[in-house]
Structures are given as structure tokens and as C-alpha cells.
């Protein structure tokens, strides 16, 4: 079974959690996600099943949408409603205009200093390891891009809350949003909720509930729910070759790219289509010494075998 699931993730499990639920109900070994959401958050988690995890590497960099609540006056070391209280204000003078009049600085390309819950590196270890154990250490700024910030919601009070609307660039981390919004208003803050509302073309009105994937599969019809790789990276340039150099592709054979009618520059991945239509290959343009030239990267097709005609 091959395919991408849009997974509508409820508050609690992990993404392992959801993912090893998967596995067991549509008995396929080979299940993996394209972006962790924690625990507290909910919404879109997309799953790929079978041959589909091999292109969880293209799927990284969709753009995210997000509807966040943030807690004003108090600031916690995880940055959001799971971790210690560090720090307590009380955020009685703030107004919903002065939130947006700071929002601004929080769009375009910003700075960020990754949490220490992170699955950033820190000298071979994960951050969140190191939290575990109680260690802070110093992390280094990370350029992201919030293409657009919202505020949707505003409740005052001591511990004042405002719900906002972002779409953002992969890596971006929301709770960290909240945290130097807080922080900018002078009163620190944390993130209480979480929901991603879309990754790219899956939006969370069109996910699946773990509910309905159990019962799909119960009814061995969990098919009907999976989108076809080829459907996911339809935003790819694609490419359709002769039978011939289909079935090369599909024993990892290297093509001259002046036989192909190709426009991309060298380093584009590439769909590689049989004359059939069907998704048999994603390809890399590189330059060789004679020109340009198709490599195989991810091959989807049987290779021929000798006796197969």
C-alpha cells in the first residue's frame, strides 16, 4: 500500500504515536511523517505509507499555516503551557491595538533562537534531550520567513490572551512566536494552543480523524482515503520519456537530457513519467562533461530483469 495520508492529529499523541498507529492497522512496515507536531497541538500531520516515505524529503518545505492562542504574563521554560513557570506579570494595561502594533516586526524574514524542546543539534544531541536532563545551552539564531500574521482573537485580562492566524516557513517554531511577542510587549507569554491548519495543499477541513482511518482499514478500504505520490508533487516539473528510456530509468540508468525536452536548470528534481502516465521515477538534472543529464534519484518503477520478455 502506497500513498499519503492527511491526517487530522487530535490533542495528546505524538506524531510517533499516530504514526505507529498507522503502521498497525494498514500492516504496512514502511509509514513515516513530514513535519513532527507535538503533543498539545492538533491538526494536520501527513503520513506517508510504503513508497511514499521516499518522498517525505520533498514535502519538507511546503509552507504552514498555523492558529496559535498565547497567554500573556506568564512565561514558561518550554515556552508554551507544558513547561515550568519561569516568570509572571500581570498584563492588565495591555489593549488588542498594542498587540497590533507589534505584530508587525514578527513578519518577513526574522530571527528566531530555536527552544531548548527543539530537535535542533547542539554539538550531536538534540535539544530536547539536553532539556531532559536540565541543561540550557546556548543556541545560535535561525533565519525564518512568516509570510503573513494575523491576530483573530483578544481576551484581557491579567493574564490577558490573543489567538492569531500565521503562515510560515518550515522551521519556523510558533511557541517561540508567542514567547517574543510576549516579549516585545513586555510582559512575556507562552502558547496554550495549537493547530496546524494546512502544509502546503492539505488543509485541515480535508483531514482524516485516526477514528476514520481505523475504521477504513478495518473495512480494507483505507485506499480510498490515501492521495497518490504522484498527486502530492504535482507542484514538481515532470518529464515524460519513451518506453524504452522508462525502462532504462527503472534499472537506474543515467539519460542524456538533450534527448528530452527539459527546461530546468541542473540540481531541479524532476517526475519522470512512462508514456502511460504513470509516476515512475523522480530524477535530478546535473551537468556531466558532455552536457546535461537525467540521474535517477527515487525509483518507483520494476526494474527489467533479464527473461522478463
Given at each position: 500500500?502506497?500513498g ?13 504515536d ?9 500492516r ?33 518545505d ?12 506568564i ?7 507544558t ?32 527552544p ?56 519556523t ?8 511577542i510576549g ?40 485506499v ?34 538533450e534527448?528530452?525536452?527539459l ?9 519522470v ?18 552536457g ?18
Open positions: 500500500m502506497d499519503v495520508l492527511n491526517v487530522n492529529k487530535p490533542c495528546g499523541p505524538t506524531s510517533h499516530v504514526v505507529a498507529l498507522i503502521r498497525r492497522v494498514a504496512v512496515k514502511r509509514v513515516g511523517h513530514a513535519g513532527t507536531l507535538d503533543p498539545l497541538a492538533t491538526g494536520v500531520l501527513i503520513v506517508c505509507l510504503g513508497s511514499a516515505t521516499r518522498i517525505i524529503e520533498y514535502l519538507g511546503w509552507r504552514k499555516k498555523y492558529r496559535a492562542t498565547a497567554v500573556l504574563g512565561e514558561t521554560d518550554t515556552e508554551d503551557a513547561g515550568q513557570v519561569t516568570r509572571e506579570a500581570d498584563c492588565s494595561k495591555v489593549t488588542r491595538e498594542m498587540i497590533e502594533n507589534v505584530v508587525p516586526r514578527f513578519t518577513g524574514e526574522i530571527m528566531q533562537i530555536p531548548m524542546v527543539s530537535a535542533v543539534h547542539h554539538e550531536g544531541r538534540r535539544l530536547y534531550d539536553l532539556a531532559r536532563e536540565g541543561k540550557v545551552v546556548e543556541r545560535e539564531p535561525r533565519p525564518v520567513e512568516v509570510y503573513s500574521l494575523d491576530l483573530v482573537g483578544f481576551e484581557p485580562g491579567k493574564n490577558a490572551s490573543f489567538t492569531f492566524d500565521v503562515e510560515c516557513s518550515s522551521g517554531y510558533v511557541r517561540t512566536l508567542c514567547s517574543d516579549r516585545a510587549l513586555g510582559c512575556g507569554a507562552h502558547m496554550s494552543a495549537l493547530a496546524r491548519t494546512a502544509v502546503g495543499r492539505f488543509r485541515v477541513e480535508d483531514a482524516v480523524s485516526l477514528e476514520v482511518i481505523e475504521q477504513k482499514a478495518a473495512e480494507v478500504a483505507l480510498e482515503l490515501l492521495h497518490s505520490m504522484d498527486e502530492v508533487l504535482d507542484d514538481m516539473p515532470s518529464v515524460e520519456v519513451s518506453r524504452d528510456d522508462a525502462e532504462r530509468i527503472a534499472n537506474g540508468v543515467v539519460l542524456p537530457a534527448r528530452l525536452s527546461s530546468q536548470a541542473p540540481g531541479a528534481p524532476l517526475r513519467h512512462d508514456p502511460d502516465g504513470r509516476l515512475i521515477a523522480i530524477g535530478i538534472l546535473r551537468q556531466a562533461d558532455y546535461l543529464e537525467l540521474k535517477p534519484e527515487k525509483v518507483f518503477a520494476e526494474p527489467h530483469r533479464s527473461g522478463d520478455r
